[in-house]
Every structure is written in structure tokens, then in C-alpha cells.
């Protein structure tokens, strides 16, 4: 075709001869429309760098009216021919404004970060710190532009009161953008001399006997799941999300053992769990009857997905103990019941090294040389301290009852 300017109307005219043929442009060298053999228009912009010695290529900028008109397309082209100019290949600088746009966007990225997190507690942690604090902030901001203003301001948003949520949204963006510092996503961590948030005071609530009792006794009307669940919290003394998200196919009755996978474990350790008479008793009447299901949820929901309703449950379940004889519980988190089981395994004596073990502590006793050379499993001094718990909380749920029970005839007389 002979070269013109390339206006809408020379461009809406144009036809197909049964071939692929080009029209270029009298004003911008390089500018022109592809009009392939079925009829197809589309702007290109063609260029050399480093003079006539180098490589001709090409770029399309688009389908004509798909959404390109004559006008955009010059202005783009004008684009492509000043970074010409300078040396810089249009080619490449599109496919780096395209990964920046798409594939650098803070809110796809964070979801490749999520699924590089090993350790479902780990990653369910992440997910939900990115998608419920991060992303509605950030949005999809490309990962090279977030500036440590950003992330301070990000982090001031989230209440004083909240020190646990503002440390840990911290450490969770700060080992996302170390991820990408490695992968060569990015040149810098925004989080370079940064401060860490102040480290949030070590909770030390334990429960007494007698609010362990409370708790027992409310779990039974908080609810079908979130009951038994904080039963087997009091009774194991594991971490609440291991617990939740229990498997029928982790349990053996036979054995009276729980395998904790190190997929569902915080530490990404695996860790087995003696099974004490109270905990066999809430498996057996979720399951109605010594026969477990081989596989599936512990606690699943109408909606056949995981229990997550704990904070809804807490509230039940203290409402509920505040109708019981002195059952006004000061403040409490459904982790101190670990704290509380650890507390009085060293009150019941046993050794530090097994509590540590009961509790899949990654502590002094199993780091360094110890975790290389010490592989004892501690399974039958675990076995036996569960045992000793179940025989302290039977006393002391019984002595509860009795306590209630005389409360009762008293009042009735």
C-alpha cells in the first residue's frame, strides 16, 4: 500500500486484497495498519534499535475500533517512537508495565505469597491478615511502588488496643516482601530499617479448678461443636485452630492416640497426642458410639465447611456460665485453657521436657544439639501425664457437681 496519513477514515476504508499488507504513516516512521488476508485492522508500530544495524521489530498496538481508533493509536505510537529515541525497547517496557499491572499487583501477589506458606495454620494466618488488613489498603498497588509510607500507614490504622494484630500484620508483610526481595520481584523491602511494633505483654490467665469447672459445665449448652471443641481444648491442651479443624483420619480409638500432622501443625511439626478418657468420651458421643468415621471433619458445619465461629461461640458459652452458682468468669481467651493445662502438669509433676513435648513446644529443650541428638518421642511419659490431667479434672468436675448438687438441696429446703 502507498503511505499516507493514517486518519479514521483511511483506516475505515481500508480492505482486505487476500493478503497480509501494511499502510504506514507519512508523520510518524514506524506507525502503521495491518490489514491481514481476512480482513482483520490492527495499528502496529515497527522500530530498529540502535540504528540500521540493529533488528527490526514490531509491536501491536491494537485491533482497530476493538477499542482502537486512528487518534489513540498515533498517540501511542508517538509514545513508543520518544522511547525509541532514548534507547529504550517499547517491546520490553510494555511487558514491564503489563507485570507490573497484572502480575505485581499487591492483590494477586499477596495470593501467590499465600500459597508459598507452608503450614496450613501458618497460611490460614496470612490469608486472613492480607485479605481482611492489607488488601483493602493496598489494593492492587504494583509491589515496587509500595513505599514505607505505605506500610506506616497501613499499621496506623490499626488500633493501640490492637498490639497483637498491628506486630502480626508486621511480621506477615515484612516476610512477604523478604519473598519477593528473594525472588527478584522487587529491588528493595520497603521494610528495610524498620522497626518492629513493641512486642505485646505475655498473657500469664490461668484458670483455676474452679473455673474450670464453669467452663466445662457452660461447654455443654454453647453449642453442638464449639461445646466439645473447647471440651477437647481443656482435655488436650492443643492450639485451638489444630483442634477445630480435628480429622476423623488423625484419631485412633484402639490406640487412644491423635497425629497431628505437620500440614496442620503452627510449628510445622508433626505431633502425637494421648488421648485421655474425657477426650475419648467427647469423640465418642460426637461419633454416637466407639465406632469413629475413618475420615472427614470433626466438627463440620450445616454448610460442610470448617467451624469458625469461636468468637460467637466465647460469648454463648459465657453467658451461659454467668447463669451458674459463682459462674462469673473474669476475662478469658480460649488459649489460656493451654496455658492452664501446662500450668497444672507441672503442679501434677511432671517434667518440664514433657510438658514441652505434650504441648509440640519447640522450646530450650528441642533447638540446637538436643533437636539433632534427642529423639526420644516422649509418647509414654505424655501418655501418662494426659492421664493424670483427666483423673485431676474428674476430681475436680465431681466435687463441682456435689458442691452444685447440695447448693440445690439447700436452696430447696
Not at 505469597?113 to 494466618?125: A, I, N, P, Q
Request: aromatic share 8%; charged share 25%; hydrophobic share 40%.
Amino acid at each position: 500500500m502507498e503511505a499516507r496519513k493514517i486518519t479514521q477514515t483511511v483506516v475505515d476504508g481500508l480492505t482486505s486484497s487476500g493478503r497480509d499488507e501494511f499502510l504506514w504513516d507519512t508523520k510518524i516512521s514506524g506507525f502503521g495498519v495491518k490489514v491481514s488476508a481476512g480482513g482483520r485492522r490492527s495499528y502496529v508500530y515497527q522500530f530498529r534499535l540502535g540504528g540500521r544495524k540493529g533488528t527490526a521489530r514490531r509491536i501491536t498496538i491494537g485491533e482497530h475500533s476493538n477499542p482502537w481508533n486512528a487518534t489513540d493509536a498515533r498517540k501511542k505510537a508517538e509514545q513508543f517512537s520518544l522511547l525509541v529515541a532514548q534507547g529504550v525497547d517499547p517491546v520490553a517496557a510494555a511487558a514491564d508495565a503489563k507485570r507490573l499491572a497484572v502480575d505485581l499487583a499487591f492483590t494477586a501477589y499477596s495470593e501467590k505469597f499465600v500459597e508459598s506458606c507452608e503450614g496450613d495454620g501458618w497460611r490460614r494466618l496470612v490469608d486472613r491478615t492480607l485479605k481482611k488488613h492489607v488488601v483493602p489498603h493496598l489494593k492492587k498497588k504494583p509491589l515496587p511502588e509500595i513505599r514505607k509510607s505505605d506500610i506506616t500507614d497501613l499499621l496506623d490504622r490499626i488500633p493501640q488496643k490492637q498490639a497483637a494484630l498491628k506486630r502480626n500484620t508486621f511480621a506477615v508483610l515484612r516476610r512477604l516482601f523478604s519473598w519477593a526481595l528473594g525472588r527478584g520481584d522487587i529491588e528493595r523491602s520497603p521494610f528495610a530499617g524498620m522497626e518492629t511494633p513493641p512486642a505485646v505483654p505475655a498473657r500469664d490467665r490461668v484458670l483455676t479448678d474452679h473455673e474450670l469447672a464453669i467452663v466445662w459445665t457452660a461447654a455443654a449448652d454453647a453449642g453442638s461443636l464449639f461445646g466439645p471443641i473447647v471440651r477437647l481444648l481443656i482435655t488436650t491442651g492443643q492450639r485451638r485452630e489444630e483442634v477445630t479443624q480435628m480429622d476423623w483420619s488423625e484419631v485412633n480409638r484402639t490406640e487412644a492416640l491423635w497425629r497431628l500432622p505437620k500440614e496442620r501443625s503452627k510449628n510445622n511439626v508433626g505431633h502425637v497426642i494421648p488421648l485421655n478418657g474425657l477426650a475419648i468420651d467427647i469423640l465418642d458421643r460426637i461419633a454416637r458410639g466407639a465406632k469413629w468415621p475413618r475420615s472427614g471433619p470433626v466438627f463440620m458445619t450445616t454448610g460442610q465447611g470448617p467451624f469458625t465461629a469461636h468468637a460467637r461461640g466465647k460469648a454463648r458459652l459465657d453467658k451461659q456460665a454467668a447463669t451458674l452458682p459463682d459462674g462469673q468468669l473474669a476475662p478469658w481467651r480460649l488459649h489460656d485453657l493451654r496455658r492452664t493445662m501446662a500450668t497444672n502438669f507441672q503442679r501434677l509433676g511432671v517434667r518440664f521436657e514433657v510438658t514441652e513435648a505434650a504441648l509440640n513446644h519447640v522450646g530450650v529443650s528441642r533447638v540446637g544439639v538436643a533437636a539433632v541428638y534427642q529423639r526420644h518421642d516422649w509418647l509414654a511419659e505424655k501418655t501418662e501425664a494426659f492421664a493424670a490431667w483427666a483423673k485431676h479434672l474428674e476430681a475436680v468436675f465431681a466435687a463441682a457437681s456435689a458442691k452444685a448438687t447440695e447448693a440445690t438441696e439447700t436452696t430447696e429446703k
